[in-house]
Each structure stands twice: as C-alpha cells, then as structure tokens.
C-alpha cells in the first residue's frame, strides 16, 4: 500500500530501519543541509531532526524522503529490497491506470491559517542548505501549483524555491517548464499576477509526480492517483481556486507578479554544480496554512549517491519508452542513469533493427523537448540497468566516427554545467547521438562472443564455484556473483 501523508510514510521508514531520528539539536544554517548530504553520501537512512536552533520541538525537518531505491521501493508500498528494475516495472504497470482526485472540506493542511501581516516564512526552519547559497530553500522536496485559466489544466511541477524575505520567495518557473509556460502564456501578455500555491511535505508520491515528465495539458494529480492506485484527497487554498493535498504539511498561497523581479540563488543543483543567480518575478506571499506540528521536507541534490535521483530517473525512463514505442521503434527497455544526473538516456533495442534505428530513436526523442543530452542506443544483450555494462559497450561498440551523430539548436533545460551563460538564456544547446550496437550488416561470425563469466563456463560449474566460494577460503559467498544473466 502507499501513503496518504507524509507522516505515514515517516512511520514505515522508521519500522523499516530506513528513518533515523536525530534528537541533538543541529542548526538549520547549513548543519542540517550537511547531514543530510552526507546520510545520502555514505546512504544512510532518511534523517528526522527534532531539535532545530531558534525553533521550538513542534517543527521538525524530514531529510531524503525517497533519496535512495529502498526509500523508493517503500513509497510504492513495495518491499524495501526490491531492484530498480522492479520498481520501474511497477510504475509502468500503474502510471497510466489514472485516477481521478476527490475534494475535501477541510484537510489536516488546514489546522491552522497564517493571513496578512502574520505571515513570516522564517515562523518555519527554513534551511540554509549549503555553504554560498542565495539564500535560504524553502523548497526543495514540495509541489508548486498553478493553472491554466482558460481549461482544467492543474500543473504540478518541483521547481526550488528560495525565501527572499518572510513574505517573498523566488520560485524558478521560465518557459521550458509547464508552470512556467502557463505565466508566460496566458498572465504575462496581461500584466495579470498569477496564483500560486506551494504544498510542502504531501505524500512522497504526489512530490514524486511533481517531478515526473507529465505531457502538457494533463494533471500530475490523476498520475498520482495511478501509482497510489486510489484518489488524491485535495482541498481549496485559502485565497484562491487552487486545489492543494489535503494532507500536506506546510501550503504558501500567493502569487507570481508580472512587473517586480528579484535575484534568486546562487545554489548547488542535482547535477553536482552550483547555478549561477537568476533574476526571477517575483512571488509574494498572501497566506500560509500548515499542520500541527509541521514537518519541512527537504532534498539535497547531489551526484555524490548514484540512487539519490532513482525516483525521477524512474519517470523519465518510463516515459520515454512509450514514448518510443508509440513510434513503432524496436525498443526493448529506456534507463536515464542516475549516475549521469539525468543528462543521458540508454536505450536497448532488438538487434534485429535497421541500420537507421539509432538515429530514429534520437530524433524522436530529441523532437519532443526531452531535456537530457545524450542518447546511448544499445543492444539488448546489455543489461542497461548495470553501469558496468553500459560503458563497456560504450567503450567497445560505439565507432569514434560512424558511431557519434550530434544535432544542434536543440531545447534544453539549462540547468547542465558546461553551458555557456548564452545558451543558458537561450535555453539551446547541441544533442549527442551514441550508436553503441554491432551494425547491422555484420554476419553472427563476425561479431565477437562476448567473454564473460555467464559466457565462458557451463551451467554446472558456475554454480559449483559459486555455492563453494567460502570452500576456496574467501571469507563469503560473493553477493554480486551471478549463475545467470540477470535479466527478465
């Protein structure tokens, strides 16, 4: 089963052994962002800190919801020890069984309500996260909400949000994100300040869906719905029509204004690099509604722990794979290593594929403004799931020259560190095509067999070496060692 809030969720990860709760008083000016960064470094589990500096014991900060597989796997209502393989299977099985959202009276969001001149930011242990940080994150594991006035249209999207002062935050929308897109579509050409909402600490899979690759036009609410395989329950903010989780911790209503601006960051971002600062509208606070005892929720991105962006890597490869299929591409699996902070997709195909697939997969995928930059292609007897195997066919498949295509002027999301300030703005950049599969026109003797363990000793002695490893006197039995291919 999954969890309707945050603080179920909490309960499971501690009954799991993947929640730690930290009772030392640690200080929100960047003690709590550097624990947190290094339970991820060393992948510890989730940290629950108690005891913040300047703040009373009823607000509590929750570090790296799903910030690994486990915490991905138990946010499913999966077992713990489930492999990524598993878990994007399963969310592949649910995402598009969506399911419609409920509305609420009142919601646990509601308890209490901060209007006018008492709403303060800093009433919350909005952290400092790192060392050089513009300011200090209010948003980093949250929902920003806003919609399209003229349909339906309810977008989710996990853009970071920085506290300017106790009634202002910078929130990072700009034309390549749908929120963004919907400002300056339909707000901007107005003047007309756009309503707002930020629901901090909902349940791990409505943030999860504010960060999945959801087509223009449709809700992430109902994808939720699907991997919760039940409605969200919402409620209506306090000073607009926007619908919020109903259970979520802390909810900012306000607005993004079209004419005042104000700087935002520098901060260090998922890729492993601090951004530059931003000039960003501004988004100024109306109203403030939270939970008794409110938990803040924060994520610190970083590439330091490879399964730290498992649960996006998830969305995007899923995505990505029917969309592929849709093409009518002989795909037979999409995984966006979190190892390369997102910025690269690996694609297995049918070795029976034309000689034009590689180029037709990247084409397609590029056309649709997917924001990664490279595409690997490779055949499916590699288990794209294993790095090991990814940059071993890398290294020996891909052709320094027929093998590298790369388009140009393409979209991009800016966020990747070896752009130019120029391309950041201009939000373009080069695409880069890997064609790491034997060609086509190759007969079977002339591809070379491949020499692996699986590959090179029968059946019988493999598993004889690897039930009697400790029998050699290796002081266990290898957990990595494998009597089969691995695959399914």
Not at 51 to 66: A, Q
Not at 99 to 121: A, F, I, S, Y
Not at 420 to 434: D, T
Request: glycine share 6%; charged share 25%.
């Amino acid at each position: 089963m999954s969890f309707e809030d945050n603080r179920k969720f909490i309960a499971a990860l501690s009954r799991t052994g993947d929640l730690v709760r930290v009772n030392k008083e640690v200080d929100w000016d960047m003690e709590v962002g550097a624990v947190v960064r290094y339970a991820s470094k060393i992948q510890a589990p989730a940290p629950l800190f108690n005891k913040i500096r300047d703040y009373s014991n009823s607000f509590t900060v929750f570090g790296l919801p799903i910030n690994s597989v486990r915490r991905t796997s138990i946010a499913l209502g999966l077992k713990p020890q489930e492999p990524l393989r598993t878990i994007q299977n399963e969310y592949e099985k649910r995402i598009d069984h969506h399911v419609k959202p409920v509305l609420l009276k009142t919601g646990p969001c509601k308890e209490n309500v901060l209007l006018g001149d008492d709403v303060d930011l800093f009433k919350f242990p909005v952290p400092l996260i790192h060392q050089g940080d513009g300011g200090r994150y209010v948003g980093t594991w949250h929902l920003v909400i806003n919609k399209d006035p003229e349909s339906d249209w309810t977008n989710w999207g996990l853009y970071r949000v920085m506290a300017y002062n106790r009634k202002t935050c910078g929130i990072l929308l700009h034309h390549g994100n749908h929120g963004g897109a919907i400002f300056a579509e339909k707000y901007l050409p107005q003047k007309k300040p756009m309503p707002v909402a930020i629901a901090i600490g909902a349940d791990p899979i409505c943030i999860w869906m504010s960060s999945a690759p959801v087509p223009r036009g449709k809700s992430e609410v109902d994808y939720a719905g699907a991997l919760h395989q039940k409605p969200v329950e919402l409620v209506k903010c306090e000073t607009s029509d926007l619908l919020v989780p109903a259970h979520s911790e802390i909810v900012i209503e306000g607005e993004v204004l079209p004419e005042k601006f104000i700087p935002e960051g520098p901060f260090a971002e998922f890729t492993g690099y601090r951004t530059g600062m931003e000039t960003l509208h501004m988004f100024r606070i109306k109203a403030i509604t939270y939970r008794n005892e409110p938990i803040l929720t924060v994520e610190n991105p970083n590439t330091e722990l490879v399964q730290g962006l498992t649960y996006r890597a998830v969305s995007m490869s899923v995505n990505i794979k029917k969309h592929l299929i849709s093409h009518g591409l002989p795909v037979t699996d999409v995984s966006v290593p979190s190892q390369t902070a997102l910025l690269t997709i690996v694609v297995s195909v049918n070795q029976n594929h034309s000689s034009t697939v590689c180029t037709q997969i990247g084409n397609t995928i590029f056309s649709d403004n997917i924001p990664p930059s490279t595409v690997m292609v490779l055949d499916s007897d590699v288990d794209i799931f294993n790095m090991d195997e990814v940059m071993h066919a890398f290294a020996t498949k891909c052709h320094p020259k027929r093998g590298i295509k790369i388009r140009e002027d393409e979209y991009v999301s800016g966020l990747a560190p070896y752009l130019s300030q120029e391309e950041r703005l201009q939000r373009k950049e080069s695409k880069l095509i890997l064609d790491c599969t034997w060609p086509i026109e190759w007969t079977r003797d002339k591809v070379p067999p491949r020499a692996t363990f699986e590959d090179l000793y029968p059946d019988e002695l493999r598993n004889h070496v690897v039930s009697h490893w400790s029998d050699y006197g290796f002081d266990r039995t290898p957990s990595q060692a494998k009597t089969g291919t691995g695959r399914t």
